[in-house]
């Protein structure tokens, strides 16, 4: 099993950075394929990053593609998402997730908490 914990949300402004950190606990954190969805309100969870164990394969939809970047430490347990030139329109609560995967999974096991990013303008 995974636990997952988000952090590095809050509030920022139109056009800025920020990096989002998913800390996982939990035995071979190595053999867990990672993701990042988020979840605005009243809307479905989307996908925006997701990435091979080694990191080697990379998935990002066309919504964040090149603004979004998704990065994993596996000595630290740790996965990370920097965003780039945020807009209101990212606002929404983010979401690490896993499982325990060779491949790219299609579905997901383990979840975060979550943590809210809220952009203003």
């Known amino acids: 099993q995974l636990q997952l914990r988000e952090s590095g949300g809050g509030l920022v402004r139109v056009g800025d950075s920020r990096t989002l950190s998913c800390a996982a606990s939990?035995?071979?954190?190595?053999?867990?394929?990672m993701a990042w969805f988020r979840q605005a309100a009243g809307e479905a969870r989307t996908l925006l990053a997701a990435?091979?164990?080694?990191?080697?394969?990379?998935i990002y939809p066309d919504s964040v593609k090149g603004r979004f970047t998704m990065s994993r430490d596996n000595a630290r347990n740790m996965a990370y998402l920097k965003m780039n030139n945020l807009t209101p329109e990212d606002t929404a609560v983010y979401y690490c997730?896993?499982?325990?995967?060779?491949?790219?999974?299609?579905?997901?096991?383990?979840w975060g908490q979550g943590t809210q990013v809220t952009v203003s303008s």
């Open positions: 997730a896993a499982r325990e995967s060779e491949d790219m999974p299609t579905s997901y096991d383990y």
């Open positions: 939990g035995r071979f954190y190595y053999r867990y394929a």
């Open positions: 990435m091979s164990l080694r990191g080697g394969n990379q």
